[in-house]
């Protein structure tokens, strides 16, 4: 069971927007640690989506957003686009564990 | 250009003691604020995170898996070695060396290596 919990899947049509949420605790998220966001393309190593809880790295397209409010974060993606389908990972620092932290991570299926 | 690259058996037996190597450039791990973990991820499941080392050679671990974890560095060499002891097929997984942006805990992993793939089976 992962620290963060992530629903498994959600999906969406071309030029839609999905939201996925991540809910934590108040021994990280709610603790005031930051949020961050991971996008995993099939067979590839994990890339920084949003940093900071909100922030896009340089090359994100701004159709990928973050937010986070009391012990839980949410990733939105609008415009949705097939090359968006692909595995999503919250993750944040757990002080009780002292240890980062991920969610069990989400696949999104462009329908 | 920063960048890691994983190396190490892909196949240990049950018992045994995996030792996987992240040698890195771009950087040195003897720059302040530094450091270098390693995250894994078993097949079709979420990642992991298992260690760490900084510049300063403070090491932070999963408390689940301190016991048999080990991580060191060789500053001279660019690398730093990740040893896991008594591995079971639980540990079947892709293993990542990963560079986060600062020591700050709130900084992400903002560098990774490809992975490497490692089978624990007899």
């Known amino acids: 069971q992962s620290v963060l919990t992530q629903p498994p899947s959600v999906s969406g049509a071309p030029g839609q927007r999905v939201t996925i949420s991540c809910t934590g605790s108040?021994?990280?998220?709610?603790?005031?640690?930051?949020v961050q966001w991971y996008q995993q393309l099939p067979g590839k190593a994990p890339k920084v989506l949003i940093s900071?809880?909100?922030n896009r790295p340089s090359g994100v397209p701004d159709r990928f957003s973050g937010s986070k409010s009391g012990t839980s974060a949410s990733l939105a993606i609008s415009g949705l686009q097939a090359e968006d389908e692909a595995d999503y990972y919250c993750q944040s620092y757990d002080f009780s564990l002292s240890a980062w932290v991920f969610g069990g991570g989400t696949k999104l299926t462009v329908l | 250009q920063i960048t890691l690259k994983e190396s190490g058996p892909t196949q240990v037996k049950p018992t045994q003691t995996l030792t996987l190597t992240c040698t890195f450039s771009?950087?040195?791990?003897?720059?302040?604020?530094?450091?270098v973990g390693w995250i894994r991820q078993p097949p079709g499941k979420a990642l992991e995170w298992l260690a760490l080392i900084y510049w300063d050679d403070d090491k932070r671990y999963s408390p689940s898996l301190k016991s048999r974890l080990t991580i060191t560095k060789d500053t001279s060499k660019d690398q730093v070695v990740l040893t896991m002891t008594n591995v079971d097929p639980v540990d079947t997984a892709t293993y990542y060396c990963?560079?986060?942006?600062?020591?700050?805990?709130?900084?992400?992993?903002?560098?990774w290596g490809q992975g490497t793939m490692v089978t624990v089976s007899s």
């Open positions: 900071g809880n909100s």
């Open positions: 771009g950087f040195s791990l003897s720059t302040s604020r530094l450091g």
């Open positions: 990963v560079r986060p942006f600062s020591s700050s805990l709130n900084d992400p992993f903002d560098i």
């Open positions: 108040s021994s990280n998220i709610g603790a005031a640690y930051d």
